[in-house]
């Protein structure tokens, strides 16, 4: 009897390995996971040297000038000449506007946006060279004083190391898009010592979804960057975090007013950012001379205001730990916004995500200043509002509110800030987005026509060009000698290169079920034709491929 039944229990186990362990085993390898995985790590190493060496090099830049390699600008700023501060963001502002001029494509570095608008692509490519100069260029601003961050170059950086590793594999287009949000993982992850916040900015910012496919390698990619960070700088946070207590539930309106506050301090800088760039650009001047003119407008504020040169870390730490008055705090919120926008706008090279943490950090010291005085009984140490106002200004403006939390929550290495962080972040990211509608990023792409947060849909529609879908003469059915020759002046046509969006436009506006195409040389010349059953197919079908990615 025990014998029989155990019999029947092999038997359904085995039925078991078959019908279930086997498919899903066959369907990870034939993902090549495996192979993903171990990319994953060799990105995670590759990143994590990288993001040393890029710190390392900026701190040599800076050298000559300062006469210092550490991060601490505004202190080495005052103890040099002061035409030294005044002339090497304009010189480095003239040697960048060349440098862009001459030698990279679109005249301008690359950032996180540029990664963001590679993953949603059909290929999923960054160019090697324009990553590498864009990197290069941003150590050569940041090294000379331009108001700016280096997370974001960092990550181009990190996408386009894992760009060029997987290239010399041939891998799917989700595998692809996986591997380039490794690069952003580590390189967050190596910048901050945050592994968790790298994890979720490459779902948040890069992938906008999270899947369990993905999950993995960037997990793996970004904790082998932590691993180099730490190795090299210890266990230390990216800043100092001083003791911090809550005293009271009572303190959660002000939690929450902070979030308003911060809301309105990210839409201000951003429009800043956008008007500057605006008002700049209506002037027609080489590259060099904008550099050289916005350099030199950045270094007559340093005079002033020291602690507006660089990524800015030093005056964020400073405020933590309750450093400056409230009249200082206030003035250096203004230059800051003024000095980082006037950087970005003469094509300096680098980020927004040091900035807005620099932001956020006056903001919040400010407002616990104002917060503590007001209500002394029930007040906490301006110290908390501080880290509060850094999660709320970032995760506006970056529109990333969760690996934001994550990052402030990995500085402090605590619970108890959670729930006001929480209560400040989704505030301020509500009111920005109401105000704004989408992030600096967003921003960026949706001046190149790139609206990918309209949904993945008008994605779809914009990347996917006729060439996807067109049929041939040679397969086409019912195409005459006459139409193979000529194709009439009035008649409708399209161009492989335009977009499936177009293709749909036309249909719509037409009632033709199929539509020529010819070639961009002579719009007479027939080549082909898109069929609009195809077209809908090859939409639904790039539709249920996004969805797979995104729930697997």
């Known amino acids: 009897m025990i014998k029989e039944h155990l019999g029947e229990f092999l038997e359904a186990f085995r039925d078991a390995i078959v019908a279930r362990f086997l498919p899903n085993l066959r369907e990870f390898f034939a993902a090549r996971a495996p192979l993903v995985w171990a990319l994953a790590l060799v990105i995670g190493l590759t990143v994590g040297l990288a993001t040393l060496g890029f710190r390392t090099l900026i701190g040599l830049v800076q050298y000559p000038w300062l006469f210092d390699t550490s991060e601490n600008l505004s202190s080495a700023a005052q103890k040099v000449p002061f035409w030294h501060v005044l002339l090497a963001p304009a010189l480095g ?3 960048v506007g060349y440098l862009l001029d001459r030698f990279v494509p679109g005249r301008r570095a690359h950032g996180p946006a540029d990664v963001i608008e590679a993953s949603h692509r059909q290929n999923v490519e960054i160019d090697a060279k324009t990553g590498l100069w864009s990197v290069g260029l941003s150590v050569l601003s940041l090294g000379t004083g331009s108001s700016a961050g ?20 041939n891998l799917k287009r989700g595998a692809r898009r996986t591997l380039l ?16 916040a790298g994890v979720l900015f490459a779902h948040e910012v890069i992938l906008a979804h999270y899947a369990i496919r993905s999950l993995v390698p960037i997990v793996i990619s970004s904790v082998t960057a932590a691993v180099i960070s730490r190795l090299y700088f210890g266990e230390h946070a990216a800043f100092i975090i001083p003791e911090y207590t809550f005293s009271t539930y009572w303190e959660v309106p002000a939690f929450a007013l902070l979030g308003v506050v911060c809301a309105f301090v990210a839409v201000v800088f951003q429009m800043s950012l956008i008007a500057t760039e ?12 904008r550099g050289g003119i916005g350099g030199l407008m950045v270094g007559a504020i340093a005079l002033i205001f020291p602690e507006v040169l660089g990524v800015g870390y030093e005056p964020v730490n400073n ?17 800051k916004t003024a000095a980082t926008s006037i950087s970005l ?27 503590t005085s007001a209500i002394p009984e029930i007040g906490s140490t301006q110290g908390p509002y501080t880290l509060l106002g850094m999660g709320g200004v970032a995760a506006a403006v970056l529109g990333a509110p969760i690996s934001t939390v994550m990052i402030v929550f990995e500085l402090t290495r605590g ?39 309209h949904g993945h849909h008008r994605s779809i529609m914009r990347r996917m060009t006729v060439r996807s879908f067109l049929t041939p003469l040679s397969a086409a059915e019912g195409t005459t000698a006459e139409e193979h020759e000529k194709i009439s002046p009035d008649q409708p046509t399209l161009l492989t290169s335009d977009t499936l969006e177009t293709a749909l436009k036309l249909y719509s506006e037409t009632g033709e079920p199929r539509i020529a195409v010819v070639t961009a040389s002579d719009r007479s010349k027939l080549i082909g034709w898109a069929l609009k059953f195809d077209a809908i197919n090859a939409f639904n079908q790039a539709m249920i491929d996004e969805s797979i990615e995104e729930h697997r």
Request: net charge positive.
């Open 93 to 95: 502002g003239i040697l």
């Open 150 to 169: 280096r997370e974001g170059p960092v990550v181009h950086l990190g996408s386009t190391i894992a760009a060029i590793i997987d290239n010399y594999f």
């Open 181 to 196: 949000a490794c690069g952003a993982a580590a390189a967050i992850s190596a910048s901050f010592n945050a592994p968790m």
């Open 278 to 289: 605006r008002v700049a650009w209506r002037f027609e001047m080489p590259l060099w001379a």
């Open 319 to 335: 405020a933590l730990l309750q450093n400056y008055s409230l009249g200082i705090l206030l003035a250096l919120l203004v230059a």
């Open 345 to 371: 706008a003469s094509r300096a090279a680098g980020g927004v995500f040091s900035p807005s943490l620099y932001l956020g950090a006056m903001t919040g010291a400010a407002f616990g200043i104002i917060a």
């Open 415 to 453: 619970f108890e800030i959670t729930m006001a962080l929480l209560l400040t972040v989704s505030i301020s990211i509500g009111l920005s987005y109401a105000f704004v509608g989408h992030s600096y990023f967003h921003w960026q792409l949706a001046k190149r026509g790139i609206l990918l947060h």
